[in-house]
């Protein structure tokens, strides 16, 4: 089984909690619709459960607009190969009410699923595409990009065959865990996701834009966040003004952490990344971050305490103080 992160990457660091937390204001003119939002602290993480979780590796989430939707990625017996694409859904969002659990997760099929390693889903906002990696025959070396897509985004087992994303995007190198950016301000369709040498650490997150051929060219590293360490596993806020990735950079409280940047727009470079602190990260992998489209919940995988096994998925959460929806 490969798993999106190394277990063998420990640090004995703290770091610090992140504070309420404030979105840059963009240039006048380039409004987005969390501009000026304000949130509280991030609450202590809280396992997502059964159905969803099992003594397996669960992981690599993803959230729909609505936030009904989970897509993840899983090992667990019954599936179709290595680790399979699943998702899950729930009738509401409300993390308090019994009723708004997820229920029995669906295996996404033949179509969509091999018998070799397809992970790390990310639905597009409209609800039509899956993007997610792939290590199936036919790609470019080592794990690839690909997408999916279908007409009906109420139709679970609706998704097309993927397509590879192709050269202008995937290499001989790992490509991984997509996070599909589409920019109102400009019209740009990004693509962020992690790259480095095929089955190695070194991973730093890099930007691809979609062309007026319809292709992602070549990815370009977004230097501001990459160091000479593990940088990995971004999610955009909606708006693209916030940020949150994976990294084992020093400072945080061990093995990968959730760190978070912001900017002031889509069009400026990121901030100094920071820990999302002890209260959010433990002394393990806390990794694959998914922000919901409200900005309110965080979902993400960890081996922490309190695991059913493996990988579980764990979601924290924080309270919209002020902005506009």
Not at 25 to 53: K, L
Not at 304 to 324: E, I, P, Q
Request: charged residues 15%.
């Amino acid at each position: 089984m490969r798993v999106l992160c190394t277990a063998t990457l420990i640090l004995a660091l703290w770091g610090c909690a992140d504070s309420t937390h404030s979105v840059l204001a963009p240039p006048a003119g380039r409004v987005s619709p969390d501009a000026v939002a304000q949130f509280s602290d991030w609450s202590v993480p809280v396992n997502v459960g059964a159905p969803v979780n099992t003594p397996f590796f669960d992981q690599g989430e993803s959230l729909s607009k609505d936030g009904l939707q989970l897509y993840y990625a899983s090992n667990q017996p019954g599936g179709v190969g290595d680790a399979d694409l699943y998702v899950a859904r729930r009738a509401c969002t409300d993390l308090a009410r019994p009723a708004c659990a997820w229920q029995t997760p669906v295996n996404l099929g033949a179509t969509v699923n091999t018998s070799a390693f397809d992970a790390a889903p990310r639905l597009s906002v409209d609800g039509h595409r899956l993007y997610f990696t792939s290590t199936r025959p036919g790609g470019f070396g080592g794990q690839d990009l690909y997408v999916s897509r279908r007409r009906d985004k109420e139709d679970d087992l609706g998704w097309q065959a993927p397509v590879n994303l192709g050269p202008g995007i995937n290499t001989a190198n790992d490509e991984s865990t997509p996070d599909v950016f589409e920019d109102d301000a400009t019209g740009a369709s990004q693509l962020y996701y992690g790259a480095g040498p095929a089955n190695s650490a070194a991973v730093d997150i890099y930007v691809s834009t979609l062309g007026p051929d319809g292709d992602y060219g070549p990815g370009v590293p977004v230097a501001e966040l990459n160091t000479a360490f593990i940088e990995r596993m971004p999610t955009l806020a909606r708006g693209g003004l916030e940020m949150f990735f994976a990294s084992n950079r020093p400072g945080g409280s061990g093995g990968l952490d959730l760190w978070t940047a912001t900017r002031a727009s889509t069009s400026a470079p990121w901030s100094e990344p920071v820990n999302l602190g002890p209260t959010v990260n433990s002394a393990v992998i806390d990794a694959r971050p998914a922000i919901s489209w409200d900005g309110t919940q965080l979902y993400f995988q960890s081996p922490r305490a309190g695991s059913l096994g493996g990988f579980d998925l764990f979601v924290t959460t924080r309270v919209k103080l002020t902005g506009s929806e």
